[in-house]
């Protein structure tokens, strides 16, 4: 058996010897290692007897704790060392300006939803939300939409290979099948938009596969057209920020709506420069109608003692008019050079508040 003073002694000069944590390290395995001094020491206790075991076991153990004390001490000296040898080299100048941080932007379809919540919030509306994926009866049938309609063919819709109820999925041309569900699940009167993504195919500097959504619906015992021309009037106005701007509904025809308008406001292309407010031109925004009664029925409304109208527009169509954005494309191309340009600082949304109504 080893003279213990003496490997204490060993030991205590390897540890306080110990240069780095690498070094004190070498210096933990040469005494408590699998193999280490202290180790073998305790290994060896079982071929003693009895009497001898005790002894030497409370020998070995006073041993084996104060060279764990000595290494736990010696650790801390060692990190302490480290830290202040960095704090010693890592100097700052706290003389130097900081580094600039570039601001974030808020996506020009981002905000322009935004605005459009805000202005229909103040009428009342609620948002409504619904999937991507929908099955044809939310997404063509319920809304009236004939079998034989082209919005049903493969070069405008994108079909799914999975199917429900015998016909096949798709990803949602508009959103309103939002309309259709919240109508099936929620009693009359109704007050709703509807914002979202929606698929379509088609893509050119007017068109994209993927665009963005807002349609509105109304619904109770007394709403009319009426109804429909003073909200659609007060929220182009509302959006565009011109109190007079001239707003018109011109006859048109959707399977969902009847009758059915389209929207359009007045403009200017005076020396091919687009003007919103000003001139004799008209430029169209937006389609509406009041809700086709085989429309109600399909969702279990009583249409004999419920009407109301709806209307959509494409987000990215109103933001283009509104903020000067000449390609549809550019919204999706991820360049931040067009965001910094076309981008917000903050969230700034128009208000119905103190804007003359029609």
């Not at 309309?179 to 009693?187: D, G």
């Amino acid at each position: 058996m080893e003279d213990l003073d003496k490997l204490k002694s060993d030991l205590s000069a390897l540890i306080v010897g110990a240069a780095d944590l690498a070094g004190l390290e070498a210096a933990r395995i040469e005494a408590l290692g699998r193999n280490g001094r202290i180790t073998q020491l305790l290994k060896g206790l079982g071929q003693m007897d009895a009497e001898a075991r005790r002894e030497a076991g409370q020998k070995f153990n006073v041993l084996k704790n104060e060279i764990g004390a000595a290494l736990d001490a010696r650790k801390a000296q060692l990190e302490d060392s480290t830290i202040d040898a960095r704090l010693a080299a890592e100097k700052i100048d706290i003389t130097l300006p900081p580094r600039s941080q570039r601001s974030g932007r808020i996506h020009p379809i981002s905000q322009t939803m935004d605005e459009v919540i805000a202005i229909f919030g103040e009428m009342g509306f609620t948002v409504a939300e619904g999937p991507d994926i929908e099955e044809d009866w939310y997404n063509f049938t319920a809304l009236n939409i004939p079998p034989e309609h082209p919005a049903r063919q493969n070069h405008d819709t994108f079909y799914l290979d999975a199917e429900k109820n015998g016909a096949p999925l798709l990803l949602r041309t508009h959103t309103s099948p939002v309309q259709i569900r919240t109508m099936q699940n929620t009693k009359p009167p109704l007050r709703i938009i509807a914002p979202g993504r929606t698929y379509r195919c088609d893509h050119d500097a007017t068109h994209s596969p993927m665009f963005h959504q807002v349609e509105g619906l109304v619904i109770d015992e007394a709403t009319h057209m009426g109804h429909l021309k003073g909200c659609l009037v007060d929220f182009c106005r509302a959006f565009f920020g011109i109190d007079d701007l001239p707003v018109r509904f011109r006859p048109s025809y959707f399977p969902f709506t009847e009758p059915s308008a389209e929207v359009d406001i007045g403009c200017s292309f005076a020396g091919g420069t687009l003007t919103i407010g000003a001139g004799e031109g008209w430029l169209e925004i937006l389609g509406s109608g009041m809700v086709n009664p085989k429309v109600l029925e399909n969702c279990g409304i009583d249409s004999t003692k419920y009407q109301g109208f709806a209307f959509g527009m494409g987000i990215e169509r109103i933001a283009m008019l509104k903020y000067g954005i000449p390609d549809l494309r550019t919204f999706y191309e991820s360049d931040v050079r067009w965001l910094n340009h076309y981008g917000f600082a903050a969230l700034d949304v128009p208000s119905l508040v103190g804007r003359a109504r029609p």
